[in-house]
């Protein structure tokens, strides 16, 4: 038996007026999604745990099968293991995304405008850190280069007491409500105002407004965390598998599980990601003696981050069609028994244009257990259905049959 995951970051949404009072789950056309629905099992998982925040780190440690209470350590550290960057039980990583504010002389009043600054290239989001580093690095202080807006700091032998916000939360805010702050943020903050004039001028923000693109005119600091001790889940399972994804955090919590991760051509983190390489490296780790493969999509977050209605329907779409669609047609050709689960970590929707804690829809397809299922895959058919698990990490145990 083979295992596939495919987790749609951010898939789930509410009803849009625009699609006619359909979520973009229900509006999209999602032909592969609904015949394993149809030949499988729906229902709803809580993947946040009450009282921690809903991010993609503790949201996909628990589609992992891992308890994020009892794992979850911060999210960069994952970033970090990802890049390669050894840590230090007494170091402090922290997520430095590189993001666009509006002008103004005074940095609090400024306004979050785009977490990401226009998606910016990972080639050009290269240039801004290196120089970043030139100027902002010390013998305590590192930053690391990422990809797109998503970079690292690594603060050695760093003291703790901070409250650090993420910026796709507070998108159309003036950021003064929202600064770093805690015992030890003043020079957290100090680094985010000095990065402005550094980065606001630069050529390649010059280069980018010439475009018609947004400037990565600051670092935002943010998602603290220390050196993270996952079990490895070839041990908790008895399965041998690989990762896939375009980001750092996913690739991080696959590495500190004793997951392999795959690197494929044109995976991007955003709508414009290579589906079908997805799609194509996935089966070519099962054929190779992999039992499970865990591939992640940014797109449909990335598109509830900035609001984009039409783009997250059409990523939902690519989706089914060129991972789903494709695995399935790969597996018949094969004659390989596998099952196969699809379901998003969190909601991001349209309308907060941020990530909330509401339980998700899961979708189970067995080869060897067909069935005749009536419920919808999608935010209400999963409700429908009455199958819940409200600690999300034992969701992963029932998909394998532990």
Not at 175 to 181: G, I, R
Not at 232 to 240: C, D, H, T, V
Request: glycine share 8%; proline share 5%; charged share 25%.
């Amino acid at each position: 038996m083979k295992y596939i995951v495919i987790l749609a970051d951010g898939m789930a949404d509410y009803k849009v007026e625009m699609l006619g009072n359909k979520t973009p789950m229900q509006y999209a056309k999602k032909y592969n999604f609904d015949f394993f629905a149809s030949k499988g099992e729906v229902g709803m998982v809580s993947t946040i745990p009450q009282g921690m925040p809903p991010g993609s780190d503790t949201a996909n440690l628990a589609v992992m099968g891992y308890n994020p209470v009892v794992y979850y350590s911060g999210r960069s550290p994952f970033e970090a293991a990802s890049m390669g960057v050894e840590m230090a039980d007494t170091d402090i990583t922290f997520r430095c995304n590189i993001v666009t504010l509006s002008q103004g002389e005074n940095y609090r009043d400024r306004v979050m405008l785009d977490h990401s600054s226009d998606e910016i290239t990972t080639e050009e989001a290269r240039v801004l850190i290196e120089d970043l580093k030139k100027e902002l690095e010390n013998e305590y202080m590192k930053l690391y280069p990422g990809i797109s807006y998503r970079h690292l700091l690594v603060w050695h032998d760093a003291p703790t007491g901070y409250k650090l916000i993420p910026p796709h939360d507070i998108i159309g805010r003036k950021v003064s409500d929202y600064l770093p702050s805690g015992e030890n943020s003043p020079v957290i903050l100090e680094m985010m105002e000095k990065s402005v004039p550094i980065l606001e001028n630069h050529p390649v923000n010059l280069s980018r407004m010439k475009r018609g693109l947004k400037p990565a005119n600051s670092m935002w600091i943010w998602g603290e965390g220390k050196k993270p001790l996952l079990s490895s889940f070839s041990e908790k399972y008895g399965l041998q598998g690989t990762v896939i994804s375009a980001v750092d955090l996913i690739k991080g919590i696959g590495k500190c599980a004793g997951l392999k991760v795959v690197e494929v051509e044109g995976a991007t983190g955003n709508v414009h990601t290579n589906y079908l390489g997805k799609a194509r490296a996935a089966v070519e780790a099962l054929k190779a003696g992999d039992d499970f493969v865990y591939i992640h999509i940014e797109a449909p977050d990335e598109c509830g981050h900035r609001d984009e209605m039409e783009n997250k329907v059409k990523s939902i779409e690519l989706i089914d069609e060129k991972i789903a669609g494709f695995i399935k047609e790969e597996m018949e050709k094969w004659g390989m028994d596998y099952k196969l689960m699809i379901l998003p970590d969190h909601p991001t929707p349209l309308a907060l244009r941020t990530h909330t804690s509401e339980p998700v829809p899961f979708m189970i397809y067995d080869s060897t257990d067909v069935r005749n299922n009536t419920c919808s895959f999608d935010e209400e058919g999963a409700v429908l259905s009455g199958l819940r698990f409200d600690e999300g990490y034992r969701l992963m145990d029932y998909f394998i049959g532990e």
